[in-house]
């Protein structure tokens, strides 16, 4: 990777999520995926990028785990209250605001990212210029493995040019847009300066009552801006979030 994209790019990885829906008391980014917690994936494959800057790994002020197992390999922040991906985000401003060029968002409990589709989501970032820039995966179906991806996002694109316009999440969605199988994979790229500028302005009205990262789509299509994306394998987009995901990742 181009050494501008070393020194001007971090990563912030989220891991705050308690895994209620694993019917456990670990962190969810703690539970182990053939033999390792689900948080050294994600993690691994960001030091494989040999970027500069540690990532920023964003953790919960009532669990250490991640921070006891981790140690100096990253950098950490605090969501003190969780409000939503947005708000998790927003908790690495003070870390990295005007150091770095280059933010790309990870989920720490999305274990099969790929260091060399991180190395195309930034480098179609920067060769578009763009505020953002995401990945997304198409699905033939949701069932067998792909069963986790009914709870994703939907792509909702269109115009003339087909440009993403915006992303419903599930929760959200018509059954309409609940057939869509482009989806979300929560994976990524933004132009620092208009991050921190745009997470300060989400709002929470949704059926979570939560800041959701994603919107953040629609304010850029709203300003004018297009978006480009990144297609990866849907094996890079697996998720877990319950037990029966986890199994089905174990499959993979």
């Not at 990885?13 to 008391?25: D, E, H, P, T, Y």
């Not at 919960?60 to 990253?74: A, F, I, N, P």
């Not at 920067?126 to 009914?150: A, G, P, Q, S």
Request: net charge negative.
């Amino acid at each position: 990777m181009p050494t501008l994209y070393n020194t001007n790019t971090a990563v912030v990885i989220l891991a705050a999520g308690k895994g209620k829906r694993m019917n456990s008391a670990k962190l969810k980014v703690m539970h182990e995926l053939k033999g390792k917690p689900l948080i050294e994936y994600t993690v691994t494959a960001v030091e494989s990028l040999g970027l500069s800057n540690k990532p920023v790994v964003v953790v919960r002020t009532d669990d250490q785990s991640v921070q006891e197992y981790l140690g100096d390999r990253v950098d950490y922040a605090v969501q003190e209250i969780p409000l939503g991906t947005g708000q998790a985000v927003m908790m690495a401003e003070p870390a990295l605001k005007d150091k770095v060029e280059q933010v790309v968002v990870l989920y720490g409990d999305m274990p099969f990212v790929t260091a060399k589709s991180l190395e195309a989501l930034i480098a179609k970032h920067v060769e578009k210029n763009n505020r953002l820039t995401l990945m997304t995966t198409i699905v033939e179906d949701f069932n067998d493995w792909r069963v986790n991806f009914y709870e994703y996002g939907r792509i909702i694109r269109g115009g003339t040019d087909n440009y993403i316009n915006k992303i419903v999440e599930k929760k959200d969605a018509t059954p309409a847009e609940l057939d869509i199988k482009e989806l979300n994979t929560a994976f990524f790229c933004f132009n620092a300066d208009w991050l921190w500028q745009h997470l300060h302005q989400l709002k929470n009205t949704n059926a979570q009552g939560e800041y959701y990262l994603t919107d953040l789509v629609g304010m850029a299509f709203s300003e004018g801006e297009k978006l480009s994306s990144v297609l990866i394998d849907p094996k890079e987009a697996v998720g877990v979030n319950t037990v029966e995901h986890l199994i089905n990742a174990e499959k993979i």
